[in-house]
DNA sequence: CTCTAATCGAGACGGTACGTCTAGTCTTAGT
DNA sequence: ACTAAGACTAGACGTACCGTCTCGATTAGAG
């Protein structure tokens, strides 16, 4: 795991203590941890620091804000097993994608992301990271696999892919934000309608 | 507009000093205001109360929490211009409701619906009220328009309805919640998409 | 007993409903009741108005400040059993007095009279009428305690009568206001100190 | 003067940054000229932070209670010059001091003595510390200068000690506490009382 | 036997201070 | 140069009372 995806650290390392790894580890561990358990806006750095064991001025030294902080536990702590297996048919792919997806949020680690998401809405630098490091990624393997069902002729040559992919992820999270259940049959309904405008006849 | 849409008040008027409206009215026009326009988590009572001129107890008196303050500040200021006249031509009309609809969230107003979601993630209480106020209402009206386009044989008859609704608002909102903006091109090109799988061949 | 000694009320009496005595007597009872319970500076007009069943603006209608409800209710409430009588050996009327004074206080109801002199600090108006109501009139009987000791020729005629109540009554205060014992004994050794000065020889 | 009378503060000296005397002193003052400059119970911790220009959390760390607040201001600003000198003549000496003492509170510094006493009724600690920092050693000093009277056989050899100083003081404190006049004359006339007494024959 | 005027109860309202919590900054000592 | 510890400024939190106010309901005596 690299130091850090979100902070240049390639400073060419001068004189003085290096920075400790585990307190890192330790702090990000934490603010999931915290994450996952108070979902009622317990999340403080002054608490972060407590369950890490880690004084309060060493957070601050490393992450200036919250909404980073948080962001960055997500990304290092947030791992959805997606199914971007493309297989031989697009539609089952497409199918198990959102399947796999509404799962991984359905669970207390939905909450985490969702928390994420609204600390976001206070915080455009939380905003923009969560959308190029988490987003945009999951945006390109996605439409990867939609496309590949495309060149087999098997969805419409003239799909407006990543309105597909709005539409899709979009729902998800709307449910997820509005507290409401995410389950498997629901996403399978989801994705019929969608695929019902996407295979060709 | 009836006093409150979240309290009943309906109780004889007993006795006691009235309640004063003129305060209300302060309250959450102080409170739209301040979500409007400070977007960086800027919204504590102690400013709506100074904003409105008014007792921070009266405040916490009427507002239990601040989520149930800024939703109900919501709902009595975000009155969008939605379109849900279904017309002849229920492409047209569906298309014209969600272009509506992403015009209403573009603006600034657009930030205060967002803020309320983020307030909703650590609050419960507010994410009911803003399912059931809200986001209900507005589904009912745009399933009836869709519902409308099926019986004109439109539209598929076997047409998954609410799931073309998750995908459409939850395609919204999305964006507005990731700070990407909600231009009418882009409102046009879902519509197009969701069109796709929606009408009869 | 008088409607009130410390407020006149000899209006000429006219039309309209005439002051309720049975919530002039629940309020003090209820006010005397609080002073007795809670000496942790637990006496407000809210707990009050709860506790006498009352509503809080017919106390504000009665009694201007705290401080007077809290005399009120002292002067109501507080009747020591003190012991004025002379007999014909004034040295033993003179220790009585003391111990009486002395024992009076020593229990809960010291610690009344303890609140009402604290609140005093911050009320000249109560300080006034504790001097007057409660204090002056204790001192008058005294004096003429001893004063007939003098005439019987048992104590000096040169005696400064109100020095030797000052220093009588003050030190029983002092211990009261710093929370020391004032048991029997105590009160004794300090008539026998007093009255080293005060017989003739 | 140490640190602080109240606190044991000999530890070791860790780490973390060292408090600021300079906030101490400022908030004791602070304290002390509120006690002061307003007697109708405008002493309150908002207040003393707002004049000493400290935050008010700061206060709150320090002095768990606004009664040990003001206790400790008193005992760092209240330094009455009291007359302890025995010389050869004890009369006079017992005379000078009490007269000292009834100087020392007959200014504003005595209104500020008379609160502290007022808030000691409502915390048993206030009123410990009061005792055992201020009352006893003025207790202590008396005494030795009455015992000294005593073995110069100028008082009489059986004299109570506590008792006089239990009149002495408590005389003096009773007319502080009803807002008597404590002029030099009406101490002389005490002193005489007390004397008449104490003195052998 | 109604009118009328004061009372009492109820509760809203603008305030002040409370004591707590968290955010950030700063200053030391230790590694 | 980093970490740990902790003092400090700043300010919002939610609560408790304060004192004022506006009502409705009640309760006598006066007309």
Chains 1, 2, 3, 4 share one sequence.
Do not use: C, H, N
């Amino acid at each position: 795991m690299a130091k850090s995806p979100l902070v240049v650290t390639d400073v060419p390392r001068g004189a003085g203590r290096p920075r400790s790894d585990a307190v890192r580890a330790a702090v990000l561990a934490a603010a999931y941890g915290l994450l996952l358990e108070t979902p009622l806006g317990g999340f403080s750095i002054e608490a972060v620091a407590l369950r890490a064991g880690v004084a309060r001025t060493t957070i601050y030294r490393w992450w200036p804000t919250k909404g980073l902080l948080a962001i960055e536990s997500f990304l290092d702590g947030f791992k959805p097993k997606l199914s971007y297996t493309a297989g031989d048919d697009p539609e089952k792919a497409f199918r198990k994608l959102l399947a796999s997806l509404a799962r991984a949020l359905s669970g207390p680690d939905g909450r985490v992301a969702a928390s994420v998401v609204a600390q976001a809405q206070s915080d455009p630098e939380t905003q923009r990271i969560f959308r190029e490091q988490f987003s945009d990624p999951l945006r390109v393997e996605t439409s990867k696999l939609i496309e590949a069902g495309i060149a087999q002729g098997r969805f419409r040559a003239d799909l407006d892919v990543p309105r597909v992919i709005d539409a899709a992820v979009g729902a998800i999270y709307l449910r997820l934000l509005l507290g409401q259940t995410l389950d498997a049959r629901w996403a399978d309904s989801l994705a019929d309608m969608l695929l019902g405008g996407m295979v060709t006849r």
